[in-house]
């Protein structure tokens, strides 16, 4: 799943897994120039929303790397799930 900017150039994207009943993303990046302005979130949303719609998709696994202090610390200000991981329930 690709976000593109206005000048036709990718500037996000989220790369997943598809399992039988549970989707993981293994890898999510927006450009440097293009953070904080809630592009990732609108992949993710993007991505529930084809889980959806896809109806047997049960849950979207998302983790942190462990060298990305960054989003880290922006996970653990949300307290969203457990430290480094997160399970979202798709239904």
Not at 51 to 78: W, Y
């Amino acid at each position: 799943m690709v976000a593109i900017g206005e000048d036709g150039k990718a500037i996000g994207l989220i790369i997943y897994d598809c399992g039988p009943e549970n989707w993981s993303i293994s890898l999510g990046y927006v450009l440097p120039e293009h953070r904080r302005k809630h592009i990732y979130t609108a992949l993710f949303y993007a991505l529930r929303d084809k889980a959806k719609e896809q109806g047997n998709i049960f849950s979207i696994l998302s983790g942190t790397h462990p060298n990305n202090l960054a989003a880290q610390a922006a996970f653990e200000a949300r307290k969203v799930g457990q430290k480094n991981t997160s399970c979202i329930p798709i239904r």
